[in-house]
């Protein structure tokens, strides 16, 4: 992925669970991904070009300090007054564009490798067209109960993510598999209420 600033659409939200930060200086969090699709930088893949996909983890919370609500309001491009974030769901992002700012940082166990990561969320600039995703849109909650069922078409890695989550461990017997359902297609509307 390219460094520099890209328009961008959001295409999937998943819930991550409880994850453990690896450092006993912190505490565990329940995070969420967001992914964007960046239909200006493509990929050849064995089903044909695709836009590229970056992703980036928040800890699911919207309180005042927290680094989701910030990134939030720059891509909104105003702040939250309290009726809107009473109000909020993150399932608006879906379909919303922005202009992510990628920046290639290294690696912390390796800083020979070199990572895309996003440095900023702003919204698109006046006149911009904005885009709809070309894959089929992810909107991914963990149950409360029952068995966890992961999305069709998840990527292995985030798989493993939610399956090593807190909730999962603590659900006896409880089974990952994947259903078709669970993906929310492409049809996003056309003014997502952001």
């Not at 453990?20 to 995070?31: A, I, L, T, V, Y």
């Not at 910030?70 to 702040?79: A, I, K």
């Not at 809107?84 to 379909?95: M, P, S, T, Y």
């Not at 290639?104 to 919204?123: E, L, M």
Request: proline share 9%; glycine share 10%.
């Amino acid at each position: 992925m390219p460094a520099g600033v890209h328009q961008a659409v959001c295409y999937a939200v998943i819930d991550l669970g409880t994850q453990d930060p690896g450092n006993p200086q912190f505490r565990p969090s329940r995070k969420v991904m967001l992914m964007w699709e960046l239909p200006h930088e493509t990929i050849s893949t064995p089903d044909g070009v695709k836009p590229r996909i970056i992703s980036s983890e928040y800890t699911m919370s919207i309180g005042k300090k927290a680094t989701l609500r910030g990134v939030l309001e720059s891509w909104r491009g105003r702040p939250f007054t309290a009726d809107e974030l009473n109000a909020f769901d993150l399932k608006n992002i879906i379909g919303a564009n922005c202009q992510l700012n990628v920046v290639h940082k290294p690696g912390k166990a390796d800083p020979s490798r070199v990572y895309a990561r996003i440095q900023g969320v702003i919204p698109l600039v006046k006149g911009m067209q904005p885009i709809k995703p070309v894959s089929d849109t992810i909107l991914y909650d963990i149950p409360e109960s029952g068995p966890i069922t992961l999305p069709k078409g998840l990527p292995e890695w985030i798989g493993a993510k939610i399956t090593s989550s807190d909730e999962y461990k603590q659900r006896t017997g409880a089974s990952v598999t994947e259903a078709a359902t669970e993906s929310g297609g492409n049809g996003v509307d056309e003014d997502v209420p952001f």
